[in-house]
């Protein structure tokens, strides 16, 4: 059961469901390429010291990469950033749990920020300013920031 349907007030519904975007998984990808790459390298080894070698280098890149993988997957599924008809509440973790919300009345605005790549791919980091001092912690690789923060402005 997701966190936001355990504190739904009665009459509150939920307008948007938002989520960190699939970005996040690019290291372990990049971790993985670099493991086959080093399987080339050992094919192409012609003493067996330099053949333990790239099955060495292959096998911890191979476990970082699963690790980084592991890691990304189980960030993305603890991560929840939803948007009701009367607040935003965004919560992490599993056991170690980290929760915040801010009442839509005192949502002041929102920023986005978006790199070239973001832009091409739809993802992007979400500022929520409150009135007075209040600061939603940012929310960094959220996927669909526009229409995230499309959600929280219109009222």
Do not use: C
């Not at 096998?59 to 592991?70: C, I, Q, R, S």
Request: charged share 20%.
């Amino acid at each position: 059961m997701r966190y936001i349907d355990k504190i739904l007030q009665p009459g509150e519904t939920v307008l948007y469901a938002g989520k960190l975007h699939w970005i996040i998984y690019i290291p372990a990808m990049i971790m993985m390429l670099l493991a086959v790459g080093s399987l080339a390298g050992l094919a192409a080894a012609t003493t067996q010291p330099t053949a333990i070698s790239w099955m060495f280098v292959a096998g911890a890149l191979t476990l970082a990469g699963g690790v980084t993988l592991a890691s990304a997957w189980f960030k993305r599924w603890t991560t929840e950033i939803d948007v009701t008809d009367r607040r935003v509440v965004y919560k992490r973790g599993f056991i170690k749990r980290h929760t915040v919300e801010m009442n839509m009345d005192k949502v002041a605005s929102v920023d986005v920020d978006q790199s070239i790549f973001g832009r091409l791919l739809n993802f992007g980091d979400i500022t929520i300013h409150g009135t007075g001092e209040n600061i939603i912690e940012r929310l960094h690789n959220i996927g669909a920031p526009l229409d995230f923060r499309n959600h929280v402005t219109a009222r």
